[in-house]
């Protein structure tokens, strides 16, 4: 799968479970851009993105991105 | 059904503040703030606006035995002690070889302390197991392994709740039998967040405590009605004939009606009320009842019989009417998708559970949906079918009669009048919690506050029951006085009446008794309160029409002249 079709689905992601449709993230976006997104949301959005691309992060990847693009550089390894 | 987290979390963000208030305090070795979200967000949905505290992390000790603390001072209806099985592995592994063996009775004895220093109601969460291996299946044999003081702990929760009235447990081991300890505990979150629960097993956790809150302020099932055709039986009655419908031991689908059956009379044992609502003759409904040797259930389990031709609609809002009960302690099982909908947009607040296709999955299904969670459980509920029967046939009866004291006459009603001994502690508790249409001021009691109002000086304190020559309804009516001796006044705390009585002159009986009382003792007025829910408006004019005059300036509240009081006819002779 292309980094960016996994970009457009977490993006889906992102705006279902922080219930915010206007959300657009690129792989620079941060905790810090996005006002849903806490620690408590960043835990449903780890188990939404298992869910829906059949994956399993380690727990010392789920702490360990610095931005969206390292989290999808994560997912694209998993998926390769 | 229970909702995922997400659709939870944004009902506990649109909380609506109107609703009954609940206070809740929750109190974690864990992290429990999607625990605490998800809670909000399930008692919005069951109609209750959850007012909640949540302790800082870990801090369950602190926070009981401060008598400062926030938990003391937030004062809350309930209080949630979730202490996570991880928690006490650890504090497990710490121990000695000789403290091991005491490992769960050391967390009974904390929290037999920690109950006599709250004031509230305590849900306690039990503990899902977990297995650590240490002594494979030996584990069985050995009360130095932790899987043996794992169960253990469970098992003492049990025998410490059953000793009080006001403590529940929050039975997360099932839960966890159910869907499997893969479900519940996610360990990559859990590393990373110290949450024991994981993200999609957190909305049944949250909903179970709720089940309990709701139990507790009065919500909770109280009937059950039945479809018959492929829903009780396999087949068609009416197309099959009695040798055909499938029903019995054995292989095939007639055993899961079969079992079936045998969980609702195990439920009408409990003191649910079973009612049929069938499209079919009545007498070919009736039929299998009398005569298949396999039926399990009888026509004398059911409480009201509705089997003809009319909407279910009708006949559901004809059970209601005999049985007097609120639709929302009503539950419908019907096999037919099409009739389920009907049901479900047309009776306001009924549970109607999506009975899965096939037959065999009925059971298993229903078991899951915890319907009937109750608060309390009293040897007397088993009879309760039989007062229902009774009372279906006093009301063809007084169809008879043109006058409504000749009618009244006939019945040759008998009351005892007592105090609450101890006999009937459990029976008044209950009655306060379950009774919302004919009561007052709706306070809810527990066995305890019963029995410290009968031996207070400052309560006087009556039960009435009632008898016909139809039968026993039982205690039906509590009384709590409180005298206020400086204005020689007696105010009635609590007056509430079950249903099943109504229109016997049984308010009547009930006055002139505690008039009597206020007489003898010196006692110049008696003053009457009525406090608005949303199911009492039936007493709304209770008092005004008992003869009471309002008190100026203050909406709800009455006020009866004992020495100018006549004393009201009544049909009904005390015992």
């Known amino acids: 799968m292309e980094k960016s079709e996994i970009l457009s689905q977490v993006t889906e992601i992102f705006r279902d479970v922080l219930d915010n449709e206007e959300i657009v993230l690129a792989d620079t976006t941060t905790a810090n851009d996005i006002e849903e997104w806490d620690s408590l949301s960043h835990i449903q959005l780890i188990v939404a993105i298992e869910k829906d691309f059949k994956i399993k992060f380690t727990s010392a990847e789920i702490l360990s991105w610095k931005n969206v693009g390292e989290m999808i550089d994560n997912i694209s390894k998993k998926l390769a | 059904m229970v909702s995922d987290f997400k659709t939870l979390k944004k009902a506990a963000k649109n909380a609506d503040t109107t609703l009954p208030k609940v206070k809740i305090a929750l109190l974690g070795d864990t992290a429990t703030q999607f625990l605490a979200t998800a809670i909000k967000g399930a008692a919005q949905q069951n109609g209750f606006y959850a007012d909640l505290f949540e302790a800082e992390f870990n801090q369950v000790e602190q926070q009981i035995f401060d008598p400062e603390s926030d938990l003391h001072k937030f004062q ?67 009360a130095q392994s932790f899987i043996y003081q794992n169960r253990k702990i469970n098992y003492l929760l049990m025998e410490f709740a059953e000793q009080y009235s006001d403590v529940f447990i929050c039975d997360l081991s099932s839960l966890q039998n159910k869907f499997g300890r893969d479900f519940c505990f996610d360990s990559s979150v859990y590393t990373s967040t110290e949450m024991v629960l994981s993200v999609d097993f957190v909305p049944y956790v949250s909903q179970r405590i709720v089940d309990i809150t709701a139990a507790v302020l009065g919500k909770f099932k109280k009937c059950l009605i039945m479809d018959l055709d492929n829903t009780l039986w396999g087949g068609v009655i009416g197309d099959d ?52 040797p396999e039926m399990v259930l009888k026509l004398s389990d059911i409480a009201v019989f509705t089997a003809n ?17 609120a639709f929302d302690s009503m539950v419908f099982i019907d096999d037919n998708p099409f009739e389920r909908n009907i049901v479900r947009e047309n009776i306001n607040g009924i549970s109607v559970p999506e009975l899965p296709e096939d037959p065999a999955d009925y059971l298993e299904f229903l078991y899951s949906e915890n319907l009937f969670e109750t608060a309390s459980f009293s040897s007397g509920d088993k009879d309760r079918t039989k007062q229902y029967q009774v ?15 000749g009618f009244l006459k006939s019945l040759n009603m008998v009351s005892e009048v007592q105090g609450f001994t101890k006999f009937l502690t459990p029976r008044i508790a209950q009655l306060t919690q ?32 009632l008898e016909d020559r139809f039968g026993d309804n039982g205690m039906i009516c509590v009384i709590v006085l409180e005298k206020r001796n400086e204005l020689k006044d007696l105010f009635i705390d609590t007056w509430l009446m079950s249903c099943r009585v109504l229109k016997r002159g049984m308010e009547n009986f009930t006055l002139n008794t505690i008039v009597n009382y206020a007489k003898s003792t010196g006692f110049k007025t008696i003053t009457g309160e009525y406090i608005p829910t949303l199911k009492n408006s039936m007493v709304k004019d209770h008092y005004p029409k008992l003869g009471f005059a309002p008190v100026e300036g203050k909406e709800n509240l009455w006020v009866l002249d004992v020495d100018s009081y006549q004393e009201k006819q009544v049909f009904i002779k005390e015992k």
């Open chain 2, 434 to 465: 379950r009774s919302n249409q004919f009561n007052l001021r709706t306070i809810r009691y527990t066995e305890e506050d019963i029995a410290r109002l009968e031996n207070s000086d400052n309560h006087k304190c009556f039960s009435f029951t």
């Open chain 2, 241 to 292: 004939g009695i040798e055909n419908i499938k029903l019995g031991h054995g292989l095939g689908i007639g055993k899961a009606f079969t079992e079936l059956q045998l969980w609702i009379k195990q439920l009408k044992e409990r003191g649910i009320i079973l009612a049929v609502c069938s499209k079919n003759n009545e007498e070919t409904a009736k039929e299998p009842f009398v005569k298949h």
């Open chain 2, 391 to 405: 009372e279906a046939e006093r009301i063809t009866e007084r169809k008879k009669f043109a006058d409504e004291g």
């Open chain 2, 309 to 325: 031709w009319d909407t279910k609609v009708e006949n559901i809002m004809n059970i209601q009417q005999i049985l007097n009960i």
């Open chain 2, 76 to 142: 809350p209806q309930f209080t949630v002690i979730f202490q996570s099985t991880h928690k006490y592995l650890t504090s497990f592994e710490s121990m000695s070889s000789c403290d091991k063996p005491n490992a769960a009775q050391k967390r009974i004895d904390f929290l037999k302390e920690a109950k006599g220093l709250l004031n509230s109601k305590l849900i306690i969460c039990n503990y899902p197991e977990i297995d650590d291996g240490v002594f494979g299946q030996y584990g069985n044999k050995t």
